[in-house]
Nanobody, 121 residues
Framework: QVQLVESGGGLVEAGGSLRLSCAAS????????MGWYRQAPGKSRELVAS????????NYADSVMGRFIISADVAERRIYLQMNSLKPEDTAVYYC??????????????WGQGTLVTVSS
């Protein structure tokens, strides 16, 4: 099992910055990808950014490209999301995600409890 704990959410004015952190614990060695998702009220959960533990390849949602940066301490399986130039539409609960193979070609997704980011206009 993998446990994920996020921190760093809060209230910020439009144009400001926040940094989210996510720490993984438990069976972390086989985690091969980690990322951030978000869910705004009345909307589906969407990918914000993700990062491969091996090689460090990243991908970002178009809406955050150039404003958000995902990074990681691979050995610790800890990831960060630096959010700059925040907009009111970035307001959401942000969830940390980790993917770990569970055998037989199946991957298991793990989720944190979420951290609220509120951007005021």
């Amino acid at each position: 099992q993998v446990q994920l704990v996020e921190s760093g959410g809060g209230l910020v004015e439009a144009g400001g910055s926040l940094r989210l952190s996510c720490a993984a614990s438990g069976a972390i060695l086989r985690i091969n990808r980690m990322g951030w998702y978000r869910q705004a009220p009345g909307k589906s959960r969407e990918l914000v950014a993700s990062l491969a533990m091996a090689g460090g390849s990243t991908n970002y949602a178009d809406s955050v490209m150039g404003r958000f940066i995902i990074s990681a301490d691979v050995a610790e399986r800890r990831i960060y999301l630096q959010m700059n130039s925040l907009k009111p539409e970035d307001t959401a609960v942000y969830y940390c995600n980790a993917i770990r193979p569970s055998g037989y070609g199946v991957n298991t997704d793990y989720w944190g409890q979420g951290t609220l980011v509120t951007v005021s206009s």
